[in-house]
């Protein structure tokens, strides 16, 4: 029931596009800026996004937006950002996040690291369906957007980076073994393209960063 009501909360359009914009953004995002966004007043925005706070959708922290410290900073302004916590809803329930786990420990138990990512090379492959292969980093971006990624591009490193990992709840309990299953699906998926896909493991963010070709020295 909890996650049916916070699922609910994004059915109003404002809540929704708060959300949506401090989802977005990767990073600790202040009330104004969120209001400024959005196009309501400060104090508005600020009621509803407490409110996706106490549903568990954003988590909130206080801190001096101005960046400065001591005498004369001014007061620490609360910011919000993105919850780590899940919500899914089925009706009626079901429960694939404990199946899912239980493949991934019986898969790593038996040493199954190389079928596994076979089989997931091969199901990227399928995901391009006739389309063929992603022509560059921007087709890849939007399929990637279409699976759940959340893709950003960095363009001093020239890299596509992924704020999501789909797979992050069984990622967290297995993660050589699901890491190594994402990138080979990833690798299925810009098969033939000029685009390749490498580990590049950083503290929230997907394990795998996509590149142009000519970029990789190897």
């Given at each position: 029931?909890?996650?049916?009501?916070?699922?609910?909360?994004?059915?109003?359009?404002?809540?929704?596009?708060?959300?949506?914009?401090?989802?977005?953004?990767?990073?600790?995002?202040?009330?104004?800026?969120?209001?400024?966004?959005?196009?309501?007043?400060?104090?508005?925005?600020?009621?509803?996004?407490?409110?996706?706070?106490?549903?568990?959708?954003?988590?909130?922290?206080?801190?001096?937006?101005?960046?400065?410290?001591?005498?004369?900073?001014?007061?620490?302004?609360?910011?919000?950002?993105?919850?780590?916590?899940?919500?899914?809803?089925?009706?009626?329930a079901r429960d694939y996040r404990?199946?899912?786990?239980?493949?991934?420990?019986?898969?790593?138990?038996?040493?199954?690291?190389?079928?596994?990512?076979?089989?997931?090379?091969?199901?990227?492959?399928?995901?391009?369906?006739?389309?063929?292969?992603?022509?560059?980093?921007?087709d890849l971006a939007k399929t990637?957007?279409?699976?759940?990624?959340?893709?950003?591009?960095?363009?001093?490193?020239?890299?596509?980076?992924?704020?999501?990992?789909?797979?992050?709840?069984?990622?967290?309990?297995?993660?050589?073994?699901?890491?190594?299953?994402?990138?080979?699906?990833?690798?299925?998926?810009?098969?033939?393209?000029?685009?390749?896909?490498?580990?590049?493991?950083?503290?929230?963010?997907?394990?795998?960063?996509?590149a142009p070709s000519k970029n990789?020295?190897?």
């Amino acid at each position: 029931m909890e996650d049916i009501e916070a699922i609910a909360l994004l059915q109003d359009p404002l809540r929704r596009r708060l959300y949506e914009f401090v989802a977005a953004q990767g990073r600790d995002v202040g009330r104004g800026e969120a209001a400024e966004a959005v196009g309501v007043a400060r104090t508005l925005a600020a009621f509803h996004l407490d409110k996706l706070v106490d549903a568990g959708l954003l988590e909130a922290a206080s801190r001096r937006l101005t960046g400065r410290s001591g005498p004369g900073a001014g007061r620490p302004a609360k910011v919000y950002r993105r919850s780590p916590a899940e919500r899914g809803v089925s009706v009626p329930a079901r429960d694939y996040r404990t199946a899912a786990g239980l493949l991934a420990e019986a898969a790593e138990t038996a040493g199954l690291d190389m079928e596994l990512q076979d089989a997931a090379r091969r199901q990227g492959r399928a995901l391009r369906g006739r389309r063929g292969p992603c022509g560059d980093l921007d087709d890849l971006a939007k399929t990637l957007a279409d699976r759940g990624y959340e893709p950003v591009m960095d363009d001093e490193a020239g890299v596509l980076r992924m704020r999501n990992c789909p797979f992050h709840a069984v990622a967290e309990q297995f993660p050589p073994l699901v890491c190594g299953m994402n990138l080979a699906l990833l690798e299925g998926l810009v098969e033939g393209s000029p685009v390749r896909v490498r580990m590049d493991p950083r503290p929230g963010w997907c394990c795998v960063a996509a590149a142009p070709s000519k970029n990789d020295e190897h």
